[in-house]
């Protein structure tokens, strides 16, 4: 008779493009997004918290390709009797999901509605470097008005964040531009096809890359990239391709210079000078809060997502310094994008409602955090309260309620006691500022010892023997003196 065959053990590991955060990352990620989320409810915003899944119906233009409404997002139909049950998927972002909540509850939200959402968001693209298929984003939307306050609100707010979290002035700056100006340059180079405008917008795009020159040459003919190879140019000519090139070039001494050049750049066009106009408003609002060229800046080279705004739009960039994989000096770049996009619940009312916001990646700005030495240093575990007679644990556990009570993060060995030593090493291991020990000699006299493990780790670093014995890193004290003399450990003071 044939031996049945071993079900196979499942691989244990993590599926490719996601990953697993262990201890001190979701406490510093949690931290962080506490931070911001007090500057977001300062501002007067609410929080959101949507569901995950939302139909594919729903999301809409807001998926990454809508012909394949199962690529690019983690889609599937849902089981029905018919075979014909919705297609549903993960949240791809936290806007299409905003659109639906507010299409379908606004006759009871005020307008404007205000709302912050911070949580994982899912793509289903090709992992790489630093780049999974889950990650989160923490926004911030105020839907229903189409004033230029709105958008300098937000700016000011993403300023404010960043601050709060430990990046300071002169690390950072926001920058404005808007896609309103855009479309004045366009009108005045005289591009009306659709097919053209997005050409030129992707020629745009790649100033920051190939220059003021390279602009030129994409615009007019086409040119030679690093690699040799020809890439086709638009086929405008010099003439025409002027205007962008101002544009692209407007960035002036201050911003009263800036707009006088966008004005320049945007000829007699109807809609660019409504975008200069906007972001003169929202220059001039901001400057009466306080938030100067210094902090929140009008430049004409923000050009990301333009094809996705409908107006101002803004981007937080770090202006530090910090080293590539191949040690050159590079700035850290942009943590941070957003702008109005107008027509964002349209899709599902028939009306148009404007609507401006910001998304900050979580993940960016904690890797500039750490850069600046503001989080990452060595997460502090609990205090271990060691257990040296299994049969009294009920001692151990009211004591550690005592720590706990007092406000001190604490726990009792759970693993097996036998190896006293085991014990100590667990507590370095969880990175634990203090062991206390109590014995049966010890529970007699009514003391504890208490093992400073910060000052020891200190002294077995740098000390000789004589030092050592001079500056012991355990201590004896009185029972009822454990938590005063925890918390002088903690304090940095337990220097015996």
């Not at 049950?85 to 972002?93: P, S, V």
């Not at 479309?183 to 190939?210: P, S, Y």
């Not at 000052?455 to 201590?475: D, M, V």
Request: hydrophobic content about 40%; overall charge negative.
């Amino acid at each position: 008779m044939a031996k049945d065959k071993k079900t196979p053990r499942p691989r244990a590991e993590t599926p490719k493009g996601f990953r697993d955060y262990f201890g001190t990352e979701v406490t510093e990620r949690a931290e962080m997004l506490a931070k911001i989320a007090a500057v977001y409810h300062r501002y007067g915003f609410e929080a959101l918290e949507s569901s995950a899944v939302e139909t594919v119906e729903a999301l809409g233009k807001f998926l990454p390709d809508v012909d394949r409404p199962n690529e690019g997002v983690f889609a599937w139909q849902e089981a029905d009797d018919d075979g014909k049950g919705d297609w549903l998927a993960l949240r791809y972002d936290l806007t299409a999901p905003l659109a639906r909540v507010y299409a379908q509850h606004r006759n009871d939200l005020p307008t404007p509605y205000r709302r912050y959402a911070m949580g994982p968001v899912w793509r289903n693209e090709k992992p790489g470097p630093g780049r999974f298929r889950q990650f989160y984003q923490c926004d911030a939307d105020t839907v229903g008005t189409a004033s230029p306050a709105a958008d300098a609100e937000i700016c000011a707010m993403l300023s404010d964040c960043l601050e709060e979290v430990g990046i300071p002035r002169g690390d950072y700056v926001v920058r404005v531009n808007n896609r309103k100006v855009l479309n004045g340059v366009l009108e005045a180079m005289g591009v009306t096809d659709a097919g053209q405008a997005a050409d030129v917008l992707r020629t745009i795009d790649k100033f920051d890359k190939v220059g003021e020159a390279g602009v030129r040459e994409l615009l007019g003919k086409g040119r030679l990239d690093a690699s040799g190879a020809y890439i086709d140019g638009v086929g405008l000519s010099a003439a025409q391709a002027e205007p962008v090139l101002a544009f692209l070039t407007s960035k002036g001494a201050d911003v009263a210079a800036t707009l006088a050049n966008l004005r320049a750049a945007i000829g007699g066009s109807p809609i660019g000078a409504e975008g200069v106009d906007e972001l003169e408003q929202i220059a001039a609002l901001l400057d009466a809060q306080g938030y100067g060229a210094d902090r929140i800046d009008v430049d004409p080279s923000v050009v990301r997502g333009l094809g996705y705004y409908t107006g101002p739009v803004f981007e937080a960039e770090l202006t530090f310094e910090i080293l590539d994989d191949k040690g050159r000096k590079r700035q850290f770049g942009s943590v941070s994008g957003g702008g109005r996009y107008d027509d964002l619940v349209k899709r599902f009312t028939g009306q148009s409602v404007p609507a401006t916001g910001v998304s900050i990646g979580v993940d960016r700005l904690l890797a500039a955090l750490r850069e600046k030495g503001r989080i990452g240093g060595a997460a502090q575990g609990p205090v271990v309260v060691t257990v040296m007679d299994r049969d009294r644990m009920a001692d151990y556990m009211q004591m550690v309620a005592d720590i706990r009570n007092a406000g001190i993060r604490a726990e009792v060995y759970l693993g097996n006691p036998k190896n006293f030593g085991n014990q100590l090493k667990y507590a370095d291991r969880r990175g634990s500022p203090a062991a206390v020990i109590e014995g049966a000699d010890e529970k007699a006299r009514g003391v504890v010892q208490v093992k400073d493990l910060i000052l020891g780790a200190k002294i077995a670093e740098n000390a000789t023997l004589e030092e050592w014995k001079e500056r012991p890193s355990q201590f004896e004290v009185p029972r009822g003196e454990l938590v005063a003399k925890l918390r002088e450990i903690l304090a940095g003071e337990g220097q015996g």
